[in-house]
């Protein structure tokens, strides 16, 4: 049985082939941290000031989600929503865009995710800064966003950095449901050459995927530097 060589250059003359994809791969990434973002924010404030029954809702959807495999979740949205959908109001969802049952999912799945850092870096603060605020004149809510958010944002955004990087790596299976984003284009390139090329085209994507993750840690690194200047929440 012959065995086809390993061929180096077809992985540096896939990644530009692979590249414009990228973009489906950040598109779908930067939409569920935005929203995801908004929803962990909620679940945090729930967990530390709301009533006792939002805090016990809010423990057991995160420990829920925690609980959930990815892939097991975005099966359960691409298959099950649309048919909860058209039974109770009549609409038709299965001609709506894959992409948007890969944001729901991986909103809900960071919402969870980062629900936890928020809380710890929300009470890492203290409540008597807040205490300390209000007391020179300032209200409740300009104590919380001239005070204690940027103490906060200091605290949680290496956590945070860290949660980016693995959604954007969790986002890789949006291709079990056809998305054809990063790994969908280097799964069809290798459906197109019969199974050939495999190993090589993974590592082309795997290569992408080394890069955008660099370039994210350095953006954190240099925000967290600049954040952390003149404060304290932000020396270690």
Not at 163 to 182: F, P, Q, R, W
Request: hydrophobic share 50%.
């Amino acid at each position: 049985m012959n065995v086809r060589p390993f061929s180096p250059d077809v992985i540096f003359s896939s990644i530009p082939v692979l590249l414009p994809f990228l973009l489906v791969t950040l598109e779908v990434g930067i939409s569920s941290i935005l929203l995801g973002s908004c929803l962990g924010f909620l679940l945090a404030w729930a967990k530390t000031a709301g009533r006792p029954w939002i805090r016990g809702a809010a423990e057991i959807y995160t420990y829920t989600i925690r609980c959930t495999p990815s892939i097991v979740l975005l099966f359960v949205v691409f298959y099950g929503i649309p048919r909860l959908w058209e039974s109770w109001f009549g609409v038709d969802m299965n001609d709506w865009s894959r992409s948007v049952f890969v944001v729901i999912t991986f909103t809900l799945l960071f919402g969870g995710y980062i629900s936890e850092v928020f809380r710890a870096a929300w009470q890492a603060v203290g409540t008597e800064q807040t205490e300390a605020a209000v007391s020179v004149g300032l209200s409740e809510r300009q104590a919380f966003f001239h005070i204690v958010l940027p103490q906060a944002a200091v605290v949680a955004l290496p956590n945070f950095g860290n949660s980016v990087i693995n959604l954007l790596k969790e986002s890789a299976l949006a291709y079990t449901i056809g998305l054809i984003d990063l790994i969908g284009k280097g799964n069809l390139m290798i459906a197109q050459n019969f199974g050939a090329y495999g190993i090589e085209i993974y590592i082309a994507c795997l290569l992408i995927y080394w890069g955008m993750n660099i370039m994210i840690e350095k953006i954190f690194f240099s925000v967290e530097t600049y954040l952390s200047k003149g404060n304290p929440a932000g020396r270690t």
